[in-house]
């Protein structure tokens, strides 16, 4: 089993950053893949970004260029930081961790973007 336990979000004003976390625990393979995605009401999960234990990471069109992933594999954490942020960025954003065939999910941080 695999906990995630995400901090970070809040609420921002529209050009504004916010950093998220995510610390993973339990039974941690070497090799795996975590990342962020995210769902706006009435809308389904979508990915937002991903990063592998070696350092590929892959985003979403709309968030290249705005959101950074990162990760410390000593800590099992990983961070987005996320900068330029737009009214539609606003969603429950949700850690994310893949290994094995095995798919764990944090329990969703808040991100608010309004004026």
């Known amino acids: 089993q695999v906990q995630l336990v995400e901090s970070g979000g809040g609420l921002v004003q529209p050009g504004g950053s916010l950093r998220l976390s995510c610390a993973a625990s339990?039974?941690?393979?070497?090799?795996?893949?975590m990342g962020w995605y995210r769902q706006a009401p009435g809308k389904q999960r979508d990915l937002v970004a991903t990063?592998?234990?070696?350092?590929?990471?892959n985003y979403a069109d709309s968030v290249k260029g705005r959101f950074t992933i990162s990760r410390d594999n000593v800590k099992n954490t990983v961070y987005m930081q996320m900068n330029s942020l737009k009214p539609e960025d606003t969603a429950v954003y949700y850690c994310?961790?893949?290994?094995?065939?095995?798919?764990?999910w944090g329990q969703g941080t808040q991100v608010t973007v309004t004026s």
């Open positions: 339990g039974t941690i393979f070497s090799t795996n893949v």
């Open positions: 990063i592998s234990n070696s350092g590929n990471t």
């Open positions: 994310n961790y893949k290994a094995l065939l095995r798919n764990y």
